[in-house]
């Protein structure tokens, strides 16, 4: 399992697609395998799930995510957890422990929140 989190100042995003980097935690048999940040290539339409789905990312967590973002996620073959604040440490801490909290989307810009859960976190851009 290989998952990024949007990031900023070592602290969750609160857009995936407008953060400064991705930490890309590599995860096997419940332990960090290899931990590593990646520049954001650039906020384009389906840019950022291709670049990180080429990395070989399965799932990403971020503060909030447009619908348009998740339907390119969909494509990708990828997950998502959204509504997520914190420290990237504490919240790779949480997803180890199977404690991480999702909440509403922070993606303010559209048509509304969602419940933080997979497939629900709209704003609609």
Known sequence: MKLAISTDNNMVAQHFGRCMQYT??????????????LDNPG?????????LREH?????IAGGMGRR?????????????????????????????DTLEAGESSCEHGEGKGDGTHGHGNCGH
Do not use: R
């Open 43 to 51: 906020h384009a339409p389906g840019a950022i799930p291709k670049f």
């Open 69 to 97: 973002a998740q339907d390119f996620f969909v494509q990708f073959e990828m997950d998502w957890i959204i509504g997520v604040q914190g420290k990237v440490d504490d919240v790779i801490e949480a997803y180890l422990n």
């Open 24 to 37: 890309i935690v590599e995860i096997e048999n419940s332990e960090i395998k290899e931990k590593k940040i």
């Open 56 to 60: 070989g990312c399965d799932l990403i």
